[in-house]
């Protein structure tokens, strides 16, 4: 069994080169970086009573980066203290992720694999799975892949689209044909998931919410903001029972 979707894959690795063009095809991402970041090492430091104030706040903590493409998330992650690993199943990705990171002289393990290739030998106390779900092909064992590769109370951020009439006029009418912010068929609305249903999935792999928030883009400020509004983009952070 496999979560890997061949056809997603290419889309991404068609679109290689341009990870860290910040006004090409991933503007998007690059744009969306700065408030997953802020949110994602709030959470880290809150979850594991860390006090640190200073540049390396992530201290020592070990990281996966799931569907890591080019290293956006990884990175900036271990820049701040993190001991990263980023996985892709794109071979094209992880080759220009590793080419950035040698350039950056940054620290990061960069495989081409999938969660249910990895050792479950191999644990980690973070899991990122930031825009992946509704990429994969089978959402219950890729959930069930990062319970297997995650440390009791390990926290788990999983990022990904909510199904309704909103998110298919904002991601794909919006996002993908008004704006040209992606290519087209980045997204199928079909396979976006609702909170709810991420949720169950969750629990029966035996992980429990800490929060749920919605992302929402201000087209006046060009700003990212959490929210309660969960009809677009929502991440979930869970930890490991």
């Not at 069994?1 to 290689?16: H, P, R």
């Not at 201290?59 to 203290?81: T, V």
């Not at 992980?207 to 969960?230: A, M, Q, V």
Request: with cysteine; hydrophobic share 35%.
């Amino acid at each position: 069994m496999s979560t890997i979707n061949k056809e997603e894959i290419q889309k991404f690795s068609n679109l290689a080169e341009e990870w860290w063009d910040v006004n090409g095809k991933f503007k998007p991402l690059h744009m969306f970086n700065p408030i997953r970041i802020e949110y994602i090492t709030e959470k880290i430091k809150h979850h594991f009573s860390i006090k640190k104030n200073k540049h390396k706040c992530l201290d020592n903590l070990k990281i996966l980066d799931i569907g890591c493409g080019g290293g956006l998330i990884s990175e900036p992650l271990a820049r701040l203290g993190g001991l990263v690993t980023g996985i892709d199943a794109s071979e094209k990705n992880i080759k220009i992720a590793k080419l950035h990171s040698k350039k950056n002289n940054l620290d990061i393990r960069y495989l081409n694999s999938s969660p249910e290739q990895m050792d479950d030998k191999d644990k980690f106390d973070v899991i990122l799975n930031l825009e992946i779900v509704e990429h994969v092909n089978d959402v219950n064992l890729y959930i069930e892949s990062c319970s297997r590769l995650i440390k009791k109370n390990g926290i788990m951020f999983t990022a990904t689209l909510n199904r309704t009439f909103s998110s298919y006029l904002k991601a794909i009418v919006g996002a993908e044909y008004i704006l040209k912010w992606l290519p087209i068929g980045t997204h199928d609305w079909n396979k976006f998931v609702k909170p709810e249903e991420l949720e169950k999935i969750l629990y029966s792999k035996q992980f429990s919410t800490i929060e749920l928030k919605g992302l929402e883009y201000n087209l006046l400020t060009s700003k990212w903001k959490r929210t309660d509004n969960l009809s677009v983009n929502y991440i979930i952070c869970s930890f490991k029972n």
